[in-house]
């Protein structure tokens, strides 16, 4: 394990979990990368707390963090008449959490984008004053219109580039489904917005299409949820903005060097969600590549990287994959390298060494396994291929059930009755209300930690 400090940055580690050794002829290896951020109280240079400024080009430079709050406004926040009221009095709630010194704006979602406040293009500053001048806003906030979140996210990365911080997030209230707008210009805007600003997705109600909530959040590194009630909103909305109040540090990448002859079958991030990052590689110089992990608080991850090596005879040893935390120059020099651990590869003709499998590792497969047979099974359920939903969700109930996973096995009886966890063993329910299997749906990649 290496650590790095360093005055205005972050103190991460890096601790990665393996069985080096591999047959003659072995060629996969696996580790699950352990990272772990203990603050530091500044994001390149830029300090979390103290006065915020305006420039004389407009644009803000706030203390550290920049807030954008999207609600949908569209016709269907109007059923029932409370939802509306609801979705308020969460952003009120959001707003009153917010750190004094943050940049921030609320954007009002339709077929449009609106500027609720400050408006004109700019974010506001947050203290006493502007708070209560954007709750006062929030009354203008009517249902009325249709759903293009496409626009709603481009607007809330045009304000968010306004402020000169470390920390640009977005948090985003959804109803419905996007209708008003191609699907592909929906996957241009979060195309266009990854890497710019992390974003938390929300559903309320049950009348919205999960893949779309969660593919924005997987899309922008945040979280995605289900409110299936509208009067938890708002406590929901005030544990986002707790979070994103306590990042410290944004655009952290996963940096893999590997030698000549290495391939890198996948990296994803398994706890606290699983979540793909294979297709995110951006090249940082020969034989690297980074993949970017988002803003970070005082909090760990875990990350299973899985790289394909030559072949090499027993006895011989290499150095599978370099495996770094970068954090980009603000000035625009080289990154600044807060961490590091290796992976390496071993060949043995030991068959109990080869052929052991790292628990870390095991756990891990099994998680991603489980959100992949969850989403299997709903959509088989919801395609009426009820045999293969049973085969599905069973597999889903024994892997929740092996690896402690209580909340998502909790969530499974609601889909199913359980005849046997351990062998997988279940029947569908013949009824299941909408926000049940939402939920499970929403939640299927949440991870539990493996206990080390």
Sequence with gaps: MANFSKSNVPQFSVEVYQNEFLPQGGREVNAIVTVTSTGGGTTGGVPLSGAASTDLSGSVRAAGASVVIMVDCSGSMDYPPTKMRNARDATAAAIDTLRDGTAFAVVGGTHLAKEVYPGNGRLAVADERTRAGAKEALRSLAAGGGTAIGTWLRLADRLLGAADVGIRHGILLTDGRNEHEAPEDLRAALESCAGRFTC??????????????????????????????????????RRMMENAMGKEVADVALRL??????????????????????????????????????????????????????????????????????LPDPAGG???????GLVRAVWTDDMAASTS????????????????????????????????????????VQLASASGNKDTAKLLSKVVDVVDAATGTVRLKAKVSEADSMTLETRSTKTVRVKK
């Design 257 to 326: 060097w590997t030698p000549v002859g290495t391939e890198i079958m996948f990296v994803k991030q398994v706890a606290p969600t699983v979540v793909d990052l294979t297709g995110r590689r951006t090249g940082a110089g020969p034989r690297a590549g980074d993949y970017p992990t988002g803003s970070w608080g005082d909090e760990s991850r875990d990350y299973h990287v899985c790289v394909r090596v030559p072949e090499a005879a027993i006895g011989q040893e290499m150095l599978a994959s370099r495996v770094s935390l970068v």
């Design 357 to 396: 499998i790292n628990p870390q590792v095991a756990h891990y497969t099994g998680q991603a396994e489980l959100a992949q047979v969850i989403q299997q099974g709903l959509d088989a359920r919801k395609s009426g291929d009820f045999d293969s939903a049973t085969a599905k969700l069973g597999r889903a």
């Design 200 to 237: 938390d997705a929300r559903g309320v109600g049950t009348d919205w299409e999960v893949k779309e909530v969660t593919g924005i959040a997987s899309a922008l590194l945040g979280t995605a949820d289900i409110v299936a009630d509208p009067a938890g909103l708002s406590a929901d909305f």
């Design 334 to 340: 080289a990154p600044r390298t807060l961490s590091q």
